[in-house]
């Protein structure tokens, strides 16, 4: 799913929202997560998930087609966890979806 999907599936489930406001919506919410997680904070969503920041350690790697040896320098990385019903209605679903698709 896109962001454009989003703000699709957004606009449809709710009639009385326009289009422009859906899409107006999906970027404010994903605007503020984006500074949250840049501040460092951590983002928890009952149900679907929590998102926050892992740190990767300098270390040196390798130039493959050189071979010579790289110094790669400390990275944050965003990181998402699934939450328990995302993942126990991601599995019962695609269970369901599977056994539809093969009888």
């Known amino acids: 799913m896109t962001r454009s999907d989003l703000v699709e599936e957004l606009a449809n489930r709710f009639s009385q929202l326009p289009h422009r406001d859906a899409e107006f919506a999906v970027k404010a919410i994903l605007d503020a ?3 949250a997680l840049v501040r460092g904070h951590r983002i928890e969503i009952r149900g679907f998930g929590s998102f926050s920041i892992n ?3 300098p ?3 390798r130039n493959p087609r050189s071979g010579e040896s790289v110094a790669i320098p400390e990275k944050r990385v965003p990181h998402f966890k699934p939450g328990k019903a995302l993942r126990e209605a991601v599995d019962t679903r695609t269970a369901e979806l599977e056994s539809k698709a093969n009888p």
Request: aromatic share 0%; charged share 45%; hydrophobic share 20%.
């Open 33 to 35: 997560m984006n500074d």
């Open 55 to 57: 740190r990767r350690p």
């Open 59 to 61: 270390r040196m790697g």
